[in-house]
C-alpha cells in the first residue's frame, strides 16, 4: 500500500473536525495545510513566549493576550520541538485556563476521606494544615514515611521539597505504566536509554517501524511533522498493530498482530535478516557481542513458526523484513513511548534493540543518534542530607534493573510494607493516580491507610476527592517555572513564563513548595524570591543571554555530531562496552540472555482481550474535560470486529450496530459505564479497543462527568515484569452486554 502526499496529509473525519479549533496551530498530520505558522503578527496586546503542558512534550508556544486574557496559542517558530506549529492538543490551552471547573481555592476535607466533602480556606490554614501533617508523619515515622507521586514539569519543585525534607520515595507513574521498560530495555542492549524526547532521527529514515506505536493518535508533535516529511521523501512505514489505527492506513505494510505476540513476530523479523544475510556485517562485527548465539537462538524462529502463534502471514513478515534491510542504516524501529503491555516488556523492548543492532541503525542517520544538551548550572544552594534509606517501592531483591522508584510499588508498600518501614502519607501532583496506577480498588485500599494525603491539582479529578487537603494550581499558562535543558539534536534551553495572572486563589508551584519548605523549618532550601529570580540566577551562571530567552523562550545551543556519518565515534556503557545482543547481566540475574517467546493467555470463551490507547486531540484523562478540545473528540468508543460482534450472545436477534450503547464485563466480573460500539472491520475479532482517560466518576468535572467508559476500571489485574516492575494492563478480557441488559 502506498501513499501520495495529499492521502497522507488527509486523515478520514479528523481533518475537518480539527478545523474547528479554530486560531492557532495544528500539525499537517491532521490535514490543514495552511499550518498557521506563528509569525509576528499578534492577536492582542502581547505575544509571550512560553512552552506548553498540555502534555509531556513541552512544545515552545507563543500566546497571545489581548486586555489580560489568552486569545491564542501558536507553536513558536524559533522551539526546536514545536517549528511554528502545535498538534490539536497544544492550541486547547485556553480550554484548560478557562475551564469552569477549576479548582479555585484550597479544601481542607470534612467527614470521612473519600466522602468528597470539603470546605474552602485560606492559604495560610491549608499550608499549615500540610506543614502539620508532614511534620508529624516526620517526627512519628521519619520523613522516609511520606511518599511524593509527580507527574509533569511543574513536579519539580516538589521532588526539590521531598529531597530537602529527605524522602528518597519519589515516583511518576510515566516510569512503572509507560516507560520503564523501554528505558532498560535499551540500556541492557547499548548502554542507555532513548530518553525524552526520543533520540531518533525520524526525519531522515527510509524506512520507520512502528510496532505498537500510534503515532498519529499519540501525537507527539515534532515526532509526527519529521514522520511526514520522512514519508514525503518516500520513505516506507511498516505498521503492527491489531488494529487499522491512522499510522496504518498510512503503511505500506500493515501487519494486524494478534496481541501479546510481539516477540515472536520480532524473532521472525531476526530469523529473516541473519538468514538471508541482510543484516548489516560489517557493524555487527564491530560493535556487537553475542551474534553467534544469537543466530543459534533464532535459527528455529522463521516466519513460518511466528505464522500461527501472531496471525501474520510468512511471506508479509518476510517482505516486511527486507523493507527495512534495504533501507539500514537508516531504517528505524521506532522504540514508542506507553511500553507496559504484557508483563515480558523488558524482554520484547530488548528484541526491538537486537533488530536495531541487526540493521545498524545506532547512532547511524536515520536511525538512534546520540544528542548533547546545554549544560546549566544548579541554583545555589545548600546539599540535600544524604540518607541511606532504602527506598519503599520493592524488597532488595525484586526488579533488579529498575532505576526509578516504582510508582505501583509505593501503592503496593503502602499496603503490604516491602521495607522496613511504613508508608503514612503522600503527596499528589499533576497525576490522578485512580486512572493511571491499575486496579483503582487498591489504589483506595492504599489511601484508606494513610495518615494524610495531600493532592496539588488544577481540576477536581477523582484523586482529589480523596483528599485531606487539595491545594490548587494555576496552569502553565499562569506561572513561571524551571529551565529545561534536554538531550536533542538541536540542544536548547527553555523557558516557560507566566502569560497571565494567575486566577482565582491558585498559585504557582514553586510558591507552593516554597511555603511549605519554610513551614517545613526548610527555608535554606527555598531561598529564591520567585521562579523568575531562579531561573535569572542560573542562565546567568551559565553565562547565557537572559534577555534574549524571555523575548524568544528559547536559547538555541552549539549543535555536534549526532551519529557516524558526522563523524562521530560510537561508544557503549555495557559491562562489555559492545552492543549486547547476549545479555549476560540478564543472565546471571535467572533471566534469559536473549529474548524468549512466551504464548500469553488466550481470551476465555466469548471474551475479547482489551485494549486501550489516545485520540489525537487529547492527553489521556488530563484533558478530557476540556470543552474546547471536546468539540473534536468528546467521548471514547469501543472498538469491536463487525463479524466478531454477529456472534455475541445476546445479539443473534438484533445484531451490534455503530452507536449503540453497550457495557462490558470483565473476568473479575466488575462492569463498565456504557460506551458507545463503533462496529468496523478495522480491527481483529479477538480484541477490542478504546480510548483512555474517559468514564470520570468524579462530580466536579461537570463536563467529563459520564461521558463514556473508563478502562482502568476494567483494569483488575496486572502482570509485573520481573525486570524492572512495570505493570502490563493489556491481561484483561471483556464480554460485550446491552447496556439495558446489565443496568
Known amino acids: 500500500m502506498s501513499v501520495s502526499r495529499r492521502q497522507f496529509l488527509k486523515i478520514s473525519a479528523g481533518g475537518t473536525a480539527a478545523a474547528t479549533l479554530g486560531s492557532g496551530a495544528v500539525s499537517n498530520w491532521w490535514g490543514i495545510d495552511s499550518g498557521h505558522v506563528a509569525h509576528a503578527d499578534t492577536d492582542g496586546d502581547q505575544v509571550i513566549p512560553t512552552f506548553c503542558e498540555l502534555c509531556f512534550w513541552k512544545c515552545g508556544v507563543l500566546a497571545h493576550k489581548k486586555n489580560g486574557r489568552v486569545t491564542k496559542i501558536v507553536g513558536n517558530p524559533k522551539h526546536p520541538l514545536s517549528r511554528g506549529r502545535l498538534c490539536p492538543r497544544g492550541t486547547g490551552g485556553t480550554g484548560l485556563l478557562y475551564d469552569p471547573d477549576r479548582l479555585k481555592q484550597p479544601l481542607i476535607r470534612q467527614g ?121 521523501r518516500g520513505a516506507d512505514l511498516i505498521v503492527v498493530d491489531p488494529r487499522f489505527s491512522v499510522a496504518a492506513s498510512k503503511a505500506k505494510y500493515w501487519l494486524p ?43 528455529d524462529k522463521t516466519p513460518d513458526w511466528a505464522y500461527p502463534l501472531t496471525g501474520i502471514e510468512p511471506e508479509l513478515i518476510r517482505r516486511s523484513a527486507r523493507a527495512m534491510a534495504a533501507a539500514r542504516p537508516a531504517s528505524l524501529i521506532h522504540p514508542g513511548r506507553h511500553a507496559t503491555w504484557y508483563g515480558d516488556d523488558t524482554q520484547r523492548v530488548r528484541a526491538m534493540a537486537i533488530l536495531s543492532a541487526l540493521l545498524g541503525s545506532w547512532g547511524r542517520r536515520g536511525g538512534f543518534i546520540l544528542p548533547s544538551n546545554m549544560s546549566l548550572p544548579p541554583y545555589p544552594g545548600p546539599k540535600y ?112 513564563q507566566e502569560v497571565v495572572r494567575p486566577m482565582y486563589a491558585s498559585k504557582p508551584g514553586w510558591w507552593i513548595a516554597r511555603e511549605l519548605g519554610k513551614r517545613l523549618g526548610l527555608a535554606d532550601f527555598f531561598a529564591y524570591p520567585s521562579a523568575a529570580e531562579y531561573s535569572k540566577k542560573r542562565i546567568e551562571l551559565g553565562g547565557y543571554d537572559y534577555d534574549k530567552l524571555r523575548r524568544d523562550g528559547v536559547l538555541l545551543g552549539k549543535t555536534t555530531p549526532v551519529c557516524e556519518e558526522e563523524g562521530l565515534g560510537l561508544s557503549f556503557d555495557t559491562e562489555s562496552k559492545k552492543i549486547e545482543l547476549y545479555s549476560e547481566p540478564l543472565k546471571k540475574l535467572g533471566f534469559h540472555p536473549i529474548p524468549e517467546f512466551v504464548p500469553p493467555q488466550e481470551p476465555p470463551f466469548g471474551m475479547f482481550r482489551l485494549l486501550f490507547g489516545r485520540t489525537p486531540a487529547h492527553t489521556f ?76 466518576t468524579a462530580k466536579g468535572l461537570r463536563f467529563a462527568h459520564g461521558r463514556g467508559a473508563a478502562d482502568n476500571r476494567m483494569v ?6 520481573p525486570i524492572m516492575g512495570g505493570t502490563g494492563m493489556n491481561v484483561n478480557f471483556v464480554r460485550v452486554e446491552k447496556a439495558e441488559a446489565a443496568a
Open 257 to 299: 498482530i494478534k496481541p501479546g505476540t510481539d516477540i515472536a513476530l520480532l524473532l521472525a523479523w531476526i530469523n529473516v535478516l541473519i538468514e538471508e544475510e541482510r543484516y548489516d556485517k560489517s557493524y555487527v562485527d564491530k560493535h556487537t557481542k553475542g551474534f553467534a548465539e544469537l543466530k543459534a537462538h533464532v535459527a
Open 385 to 496: 542530607a544524604h540518607t541511606d534509606t532504602a527506598r519503599a517501592d520493592r524488597g532488595a531483591s525484586s526488579y533488579p534493573l529498575a532505576d526509578e522508584t516504582l510508582a505501583s510499588g509505593l501503592c503496593d508498600a503502602t499496603i503490604t510494607p516491602q521495607a522496613a518501614y511504613d508508608l503514612h502519607g503522600w503527596m499528589v501532583y499533576g497525576t490522578n493516580l485512580i486512572q493511571s496506577l491499575p486496579d483503582a480498588r487498591r489504589t483506595i485500599k492504599a489511601i484508606q491507610k494513610l495518615d494524610f494525603l495531600v493532592v496539588v491539582e488544577v481540576l477536581p479529578v477523582e484523586i482529589a476527592g480523596w483528599a485531606d487537603v487539595v491545594l490548587p494550581e494555576c496552569t502553565y499558562l499562569e506561572r513561571d517555572d524551571d529551565l529545561w535543558n534536554p538531550y536533542y539534536k538541536q540542544p536548547f534551553i527553555a523557558m516557560r
Open 621 to 696: 484523562g488530563r484533558t478530557t474535560n476540556n470543552r474546547f478540545l471536546s468539540e473534536v473528540y468528546a467521548e471514547n468508543e469501543l472498538w469491536i470486529n463487525a463479524d466478531a460482534a454477529r456472534r455475541i450472545p445476546g445479539f443473534e436477534d438484533e445484531p451490534l450496530k455503530t452507536g449503540q450503547r453497550v457495557v462490558l464485563v470483565n473476568q473479575d466480573g466488575v462492569k463498565s459505564q456504557p460506551i458507545r460500539a463503533r462496529v468496523t472491520q478495522a480491527i481483529r475479532g479477538d480484541c477490542v479497543y478504546m480510548v483512555h482517560g474517559y468514564g470520570h
Open 112 to 232: 470521612s476521606r473519600g466522602s468528597d466533602r470539603f470546605v474552602t480556606a485560606s492559604w495560610d490554614a491549608a499550608l499549615d494544615r500540610v506543614a502539620e501533617g508532614m511534620l508529624a508523619i516526620r517526627k512519628k515515622h521519619g520523613p522516609e514515611a511520606m511518599a511524593l507521586f509527580t507527574h509533569g514539569f511543574g513536579g519539580s519543585w516538589f521532588k526539590h521539597l521531598f529531597k530537602s525534607y529527605g524522602s528518597p520515595n519519589i515516583a511518576a507513574p510515566s516510569y512503572a505504566q509507560c516507560r520503564g521498560p523501554r528505558e532498560v530495555g535499551y540500556s541492557l542492549t547499548f548502554g542507555q536509554g532513548v530518553g525524552s524526547p526520543e533520540a531518533i532521527d525520524t526525519e531522515n529514515a527510509r524506512c520507520i517501524t512502528l510496532i505498537g506505536n500510534h503515532l498519529g493518535e499519540n501525537m507527539h508533535n515534532t515526532t509526527v511533522q519529521d514522520l511526514a516529511r520522512a514519508i514525503e
Open 716 to 721: 483488575t489485574r496486572f502482570k509485573v515484569d
